[in-house]
């Protein structure tokens, strides 16, 4: 078994980069008011150049294997992270692994402030889902030299190992089904507006571009909800009443223009055409049913476990970006 961790920053390293005593930066970590204001910037940079974490766990255990590793999502109410964290675990409580998990709210500097602590427990490896880290993080992530896996993209530059999907081509190729079903006015809803809401939204743009069609997409940075879906619903209504077809980067955003159709007696497809994104359960209970794209969230789960706990014990990692295929659910609403 190989172990790939690597000495840390010490306390005396940013100390010496100041040219100031341990005890002022260790009083620093306690409560950064405890020093002056020009002195508190001084450390910060110190810290962001050389990628300190701190230690929790006893010297001894320092470079010791911890049997953990670090989960990082960008939220814990969606049922997209519950299905891969279920995955993760189906390889981890096996092979007697215990599961650190946090979430940054599709922060990027809340994720900086997550994997400080993470790694100051020494953990033996990382679940990212995002891909912009600030350079903070990855200068942690290099100084900690844990392997790390970044999930539900199979395309975007990677740190080290990825597992996910298309999210460009599998938009695409969705709304080049709803154009081959006479949609001509077909508009993108988004919300979060995290990275992969922006790739969708990029093969929307480009489907729509190759028919000679004009995209138009609502966008918030918002959370999805059913609330939201039926609010972007009326605000397209108002703004461009040809609407013909709708969009979603996610189910709950469909669920919601879903539902509100038919308060309104809008009749879905016939009106309307609507299609969300990861293909819930509870889409595919409604009357209409509704389309989707079913994504492999729990097989996802699994191989970055896999990959991760390889790496972790010294195994030779064949291929470093997995690209798993989705499942398009046709429903009854296109």
């Known amino acids: 078994m190989s172990n790939n961790k690597r000495r840390r920053t010490s306390l005396q390293e940013i100390a010496n980069l100041i040219g100031i005593s341990k005890m002022t930066v260790s009083r620093f970590l306690r409560d950064p008011n405890l020093v002056s204001k020009p002195l ?14 701190p230690n929790k766990a006893p010297d001894m255990l320092s470079n010791a294997k911890s049997n953990a590793i670090g989960i990082v999502f960008p939220s814990l109410t969606n049922q997209v992270f519950a299905d891969i964290l279920k995955g993760i675990e189906m390889v981890t409580d096996v092979r007697g692994y215990q599961t650190m998990i946090t979430h940054t709210g599709y922060s990027a500097d809340k994720e900086e402030l997550r994997l400080r602590s993470l790694l100051s427990y020494n953990i033996d490896g990382l ?16 100084i900690s030299g844990v392997p790390v896996v970044e999930i ?8 080290d190992m990825a597992v996910g999907f298309d999210n460009f081509t599998v938009t695409k190729n969705m709304i080049d089904k709803m ?15 995290d990275q992969r809401s922006i790739i969708r939204q990029k093969g929307y743009e480009k489907a729509m571009e190759e028919a ?23 605000q397209i209504l108002k703004d461009f009443p040809c609407v013909d077809g709708i969009f979603s980067t996610n189910d709950d955003l469909a669920l919601g223009v879903l539902l509100e159709c038919q308060r309104m007696g809008i009749e879905v497809p016939k009106q309307i055409a609507i299609v969300g994104f990861h293909g819930h359960q509870i889409g595919q209970f409604m009357n209409p049913k509704l389309a989707s794209i079913q994504t492999p969230r ?12 390889k790496r972790i014990n010294g195994e030779k990692v064949e291929q470093k970006v997995i690209d798993l295929p989705v499942e398009y659910l046709d429903g009854e609403s296109i």
Do not use: W
């Not at 000679?212 to 009326?234: C, I, M, N, Q, V």
């Open 179 to 193: 154009i081959d079903k006479g949609r001509r006015n077909i508009v993108y809803f988004s919300a979060r507006q």
């Open 127 to 142: 679940i990212l889902t995002e891909r912009t880290h600030t350079p903070a993080t990855l200068k942690m992530i290099e």
């Open 152 to 159: 539900m993209d199979s395309v975007s530059p990677c740190i």
């Open 212 to 234: 000679g069609l004009t995209p138009r997409t609502l966008a918030t940075k918002e959370a999805s909800s059913y609330e939201l879906g039926s609010r972007f619903l009326h």
């Open 298 to 309: 729990i097989e996802m789960g699994k191989i970055a476990a896999e990959l991760l706990l």
């Open 40 to 53: 508190q910037l001084q450390i910060s940079a110190a810290i962001d150049k050389l990628g300190y974490i």
